[in-house]
């Protein structure tokens, strides 16, 4: 059985940094590609960030370039997402996805499974 567990979310204030993992198990995690994406209150989820399969290639939504970094390790089948300068409009559930394939995936329907999410809340 395929699960994807995230952890790392928290209360941080504006300016501060948070880390988030994706811990995978139930597939061979170097032939998928990860999202990360996320819903605020009211909002839809949308695309934040994705890598490729073997951490080669990476995409950024334009609100968090220069901010938000991706990286993976396949040994030990976790993605990580290291957040910076956060503000308040990152606000929200943070989900991360795997996606079969070399490609990256930019929309929802692409990826094979999810996480259940954690919560990354940003004060003012």
């Known amino acids: 059985q395929v699960q994807l567990v995230e952890s790392g979310g928290g209360l941080v204030q504006a300016g501060g940094s948070l880390r988030l993992s994706c811990a995978a198990s139930?597939?061979?995690?170097?032939?998928?590609?990860v999202g990360w994406f996320r819903q605020a209150p009211g909002k839809e989820r949308e695309f934040v960030v994705a890598?490729?399969?073997?951490?080669?290639?990476?995409y950024y939504t334009d609100s968090v370039k220069g901010r938000f970094t991706i990286s993976r390790d396949n040994a030990k089948n976790t993605v990580y997402l290291q957040m910076n300068s956060l503000i308040p409009e990152d606000t929200a559930v943070y989900y991360c996805?795997?996606?079969?394939?070399?490609?990256?995936?930019?929309?929802?329907?692409?990826?094979?499974?999810w996480g259940q999410g954690t919560q990354v809340t940003v004060s003012s």
């Open positions: 139930g597939l061979t995690f170097s032939n998928y590609g």
């Open positions: 996805a795997a996606k079969r394939g070399m490609t990256i995936g930019t929309m929802q329907y692409e990826y094979d499974y």
């Open positions: 890598i490729s399969w073997r951490g080669g290639s990476t």
